[in-house]
């Protein structure tokens, strides 16, 4: 079976920085991709980030470019989120997921649904 685990949510101030960890487990990361989506309470899921299979290309919404760096460590079938200079709009649960790689990376990946996805994992950022 396929498995996601998110960790890593907490309070911080505006301004701060949070490392979220998604531990996999059935699956080789090699063949898919790995995202992350939050929802905020009253707002609809939105796509975050997420990294390819293969040579692992990221894909960023426009809201956290340049704040936020997916990763992963193959070898320990774990993808990250280091969310850096955090803001209080940022605050929603955050929740991993995963779907088989398409062979390449496009713009419109976080779109697709996804087949796995983990329990998630609060974020508060207070002001």
């Known amino acids: 079976d396929v498995q996601l685990q998110a960790s890593g949510g907490g309070l911080v101030q505006a301004g701060g920085s949070l490392r979220l960890s998604c531990s996999i487990s059935g699956i080789s990361l090699d063949y898919y991709t790995l995202a992350w989506f939050r929802r905020a309470p009253g707002k609809e899921r939105e796509g975050v980030s997420c990294i390819g299979g293969g040579a692992g290309g990221t894909v960023y919404a426009d809201s956290v470019k340049g704040r936020f760096t997916i990763s992963r460590d193959n070898a320990k079938n774990t993808v990250y989120l280091q969310m850096n200079s955090l803001k209080p709009e940022d605050t929603a649960v955050y929740y991993c997921?995963?779907?088989?790689?398409?062979?390449?990376?496009?713009?419109?990946?976080?779109?697709?649904?996804?087949?796995?996805w983990g329990q998630g994992t609060l974020v508060t950022v207070s002001s």
């Open positions: 997921a995963a779907v088989l790689w398409p062979g390449r990376m496009r713009p419109d990946i976080l779109s697709f649904d996804y087949d796995y």
